[in-house]
């Protein structure tokens, strides 16, 4: 594929399919009864633009799936469904948690099967799971929590920061694919970007953050248990969606929209890139003794 070919799928595609398809809703929202006005185009976007740079990269994913790519695709695809019907309707609070707790043990089993079965004792397995499972709980409520209080763009940035954090440390870390997936995913948070504007706007949070959680947990288990991503790294690019948290800080709190929104961006830039910066000195001895002569 030439480099032409890898930048329009890896960019110019995904942000294309997300800004349609969440314009299109919000077209069509406000022509419908309801108060959602296309609220749905969010998961429907980035789950669409997702799939699409995933299929001109590596080809549309087989069903079943035979790796992990392959399968974080189709659960991108689920998480943009349950995204769908958590925007257009509205269910108990109750029954909406226990889907995605399904959601999420459905997502640890699948991509983390080969490590139960013959990686891991009985009581690693548990721990990891149970672990696993209520950091990826923890995490679509972070999500969810900041699209809802940073409307529009305030959501967007700092997650496609950390989307190419993760691009760049999976590359970093012997993970090209999966690094080249997770830029696929902040292509199409650009292409969201491009649709909602540079202004506060509407909240993204019902839909938006099912898929980005999807793509970003689903890659960053594979390129930490299957790739050589450093164990620093991955916990930094955990902890990176939850520093915008730092304008709740008393003083910050009372200054202007910009202001908050530049101390977010420095905060998950200095996260992330912390991040990169332990994956390139870990990947520095593999580099050299590949390079050597």
């Given at each position: 594929m030439t480099i032409f070919l890898t930048l329009a799928w890896n960019l110019l595609v995904p942000s294309a399919v997300s800004a349609a398809s969440i314009a299109l809703a919000r077209r069509v929202g406000r022509s419908l009864p309801g108060g959602n006005r296309g609220r749905w185009g969010v998961s429907a976007g980035l789950a669409l633009g997702y799939l699409a740079g995933h299929a001109g990269l590596l080809g549309m994913p087989?069903?079943?799936?035979?790796?992990?790519?392959?399968?974080?695709?189709?659960?991108?695809?689920?998480?943009?469904?349950?995204?769908?019907?958590?925007?257009?309707?509205?269910?108990?609070?109750?029954?909406?948690?226990?889907?995605?707790?399904?959601?999420?043990?459905?997502?640890?089993?699948?991509?983390?099967?080969?490590?139960?079965?013959?990686?891991?004792?009985?009581?690693?397995?548990?721990g990891w799971l149970a672990g696993l499972w209520l950091a990826g709980m923890a995490s679509w409520w972070n999500l969810e929590a900041q699209a809802e209080r940073l409307t529009g763009p305030g959501w967007v940035v700092p997650v496609g920061l950390v989307a190419a954090g993760w691009g760049v440390v999976q590359a970093l870390s012997g993970g090209a694919s999966f690094g080249q997936l997770d830029g696929v995913l902040a292509a199409a948070l650009l292409g969201a970007l491009a649709a909602v504007g540079l202004r506060p706007g509407p909240s993204l949070s019902k839909g938006g953050p099912a898929v980005v959680l999807t793509v970003l947990a689903g890659l960053g288990l594979a390129g930490y248990?299957?790739?050589?991503?450093?164990?620093?790294?991955?916990?930094?690019?955990?902890?990176?969606?939850?520093?915008?948290?730092?304008?709740?800080i008393g003083f910050l709190r009372r200054r202007s929209y910009w202001t908050r929104a530049s101390v977010r961006f420095l905060a998950v830039i200095v996260t992330a890139g912390a991040a990169v910066f332990l994956a390139e000195v870990a990947a520095s001895p593999r580099l050299e003794v590949i390079n050597a002569p």
């Open positions: 087989g069903f079943p799936a035979v790796g992990a790519k392959e399968w974080v695709a189709w659960l991108a695809l689920g998480a943009g469904a349950i995204g769908l019907i958590e925007a257009t309707w509205t269910p108990p609070r109750w029954s909406t948690w226990a889907v995605r707790g399904l959601f999420v043990a459905g997502l640890l089993g699948i991509l983390l099967r080969s490590k139960v079965e013959r990686g891991w004792t009985g009581a690693e397995a548990a248990f299957y790739s050589e991503v450093p164990a620093s790294s991955s916990v930094l690019l955990a902890l990176a969606p939850w520093t915008p948290w730092v304008d709740r």
